[in-house]
């Protein structure tokens, strides 16, 4: 959520820098309408343009192994997606559909790039963001960390707790991690109760041979027998 | 009647010095004038648990068995230092002076002045109970120990070399008629079915289990700075001990 908030507040940001009169960088963003259904980009595209919606909704989905589509996120007016296109040229990695009637704001990479020569608050708004995306996914690094301990420390309950509560995140990557942690301690857990099986059904053997064998070494010697003869004669005067 | 009490196990590490020191100190505990000796030359330890140094220890077992002194010269009266109730605890160590060590290995001992020490001890001690905590392996000394021994108590932990150096020990004693047997199985995991242990155990070796100990951190916490039935008597180890205590009771 945090994630939200922030990219809406940049968002306004953006929009703001893109209307002032004074700055050559007015009438560079331009609007996009898309009506129900209708497709914005699709996975394998080429990135080119970063978007901040104004009206509407867009739903971002993949498609599952299965073919069916699998809806990462839904975002809606004030959210900011495709930030990363700014800088690279990465083929998408999701679909984006609008679901309404929707309207976007849209900054290309290449109006990006000639803009932050004339704006360098362009360059800092845009650093800004990426940097809350870095922020962002450090702190979920640290707290992958905390889980992995916690299953080192063999705290099952807690992980899963900790990981339901980060399954619904917005991002389908930090959902990914945190279902695959929450697929690891399970197989963990059931590992260690198979193992625990295993173990509480020791079996206790002894090789008759080798008990034989050991025994006759210690017993033929002429100091046990000695020692058996003088234990039974202590013993007798004992029981006497 | 005095009884003469080895404890023994056929590796070492099982706890053997441990459970010596807390059912010697159970029985102080009761009432009872109790003698623990140290016959383990090669590796001393249970000293430590009764709160004893090498600055401590002036004679030792090793002068008896050199003719430096007498056995009960080298007794120490250790009941004021665990608290041990109204009976008495005395402990006979063993020399922990690294040069002395060294010349028992090197020139050995007469086996059978133990016994006489024991039979001294007994007498102008007045115990009501001798524990002899043994050298691990079945060694000339160990034999004799157990030889003479009223009751024999072997140590084990749930391993395969455990149980099968226990069933040589087991038909060793036999051979040397020692009255009473007792198992105690040491540092079972607690996910073990105990009952199921301790019924194979007694199937296969002919003898009782007088109780199976879980593995402890709390007892390996304490590092053998203390008696730990005495300091924590309401932990299950403690229990566990008192159930030896029992056993040992019930077949004198």
């Given amino acids: 959520m945090y994630y939200q908030i922030v990219m809406t507040d940049q968002a306004a940001l953006i929009q703001d820098l893109f209307s002032e009169e004074t700055t050559s960088l007015q009438g560079v963003m331009e609007t996009v309408r898309l009506t129900d259904g209708e497709l914005l980009f699709s996975r394998g595209d080429s990135g080119d343009a970063f978007y901040i ?147 509480a059904q020791l079996r206790v053997q002894v090789d008759e041979t080798k008990r034989k064998r050991q025994v006759a070494e210690i017993t033929e010697t002429a100091y046990f027998q000695e020692l058996a003869q003088q234990a039974r004669c202590l013993r007798e005067q004992a029981g006497k | 009647m005095s009884r003469i009490i080895s404890i023994h196990s056929f590796r070492g590490g099982t706890g053997k010095s441990n459970i010596t020191a807390n059912v010697a100190a159970q029985f102080a505990f009761k009432g009872k004038r109790v003698g623990v000796i140290d016959t383990d030359i090669q590796s001393p330890g249970i000293h430590v648990l009764f709160g004893m140094d090498e600055e401590q220890i002036d004679k030792s077992l090793n002068d008896y068995l050199w003719g430096r002194c007498s056995i009960e010269e080298a007794a120490y009266d250790v009941s004021d230092r665990i608290g041990s109730g109204s009976g008495s605890i005395h402990l006979i160590p063993s020399s922990i002076r690294v040069g002395e060590i060294a010349r028992v290995l090197r020139e050995g001992y007469d086996v059978g002045l133990l016994n006489e020490g024991f039979r001294a001890l007994t007498h102008k001690l007045k115990l009501d109970y001798l524990f002899i905590d043994t050298h691990p392996g079945l060694n000339e000394e160990t034999l004799l120990s157990v030889a003479v021994s009223d009751s024999l108590i072997i140590i084990l932990r749930p391993d395969q070399q455990d149980f099968q150096g226990t069933a040589v020990t087991v038909d060793v004693a036999r051979k040397l008629d020692v009255p009473h047997l007792l198992l105690v199985v040491n540092m079972a995991l607690s996910s073990y079915d105990f009952d199921d242990l ?23 916490r304490l590092q053998s700075a203390d008696i730990f039935s005495l300091r924590y008597p309401d932990h299950p180890f403690s229990q566990a001990i008192r159930e030896i205590v029992a056993h040992v009771e019930a077949s004198g």
């Fill in chain 1, 53 to 199: 919606i104004e009206t509407g909704h867009i739903r971002i989905f993949t498609l599952a192994e299965e073919g069916q589509e699998l809806t990462l996120n839904t975002l809606g007016p004030g959210e900011v997606f495709g930030e990363m296109a700014l800088v690279d040229d990465q083929p998408r990695s999701a679909s984006a559909v609008a679901v309404g009637f929707a309207t976007l704001r849209r900054l290309r990479r290449e109006d990006f790039l000639a803009g932050i020569r004339s704006s360098p608050a362009l360059a800092l708004v845009i650093i800004q963001l990426l940097n809350e995306r870095a922020r962002y996914l450090i702190d979920y690094i640290e707290r992958l960390g905390h889980w992995t301990k916690l299953v080192a420390e063999g705290q099952y309950d807690q992980v899963m707790g900790c990981v339901q509560a980060n399954a619904d995140v917005e991002d389908r990557v930090l959902a990914s991690v945190a279902d695959a942690m929450r697929r690891m301690v399970q197989a963990v857990q059931e590992r260690e109760e198979r193992l625990r099986e295993e173990v």
């Fill in chain 2, 198 to 220: 301790q019924q194979q155990i007694e199937t296969i070796y002919s003898a009782q289990v007088a109780t199976i100990l879980p593995l402890s951190e709390d007892v390996a």
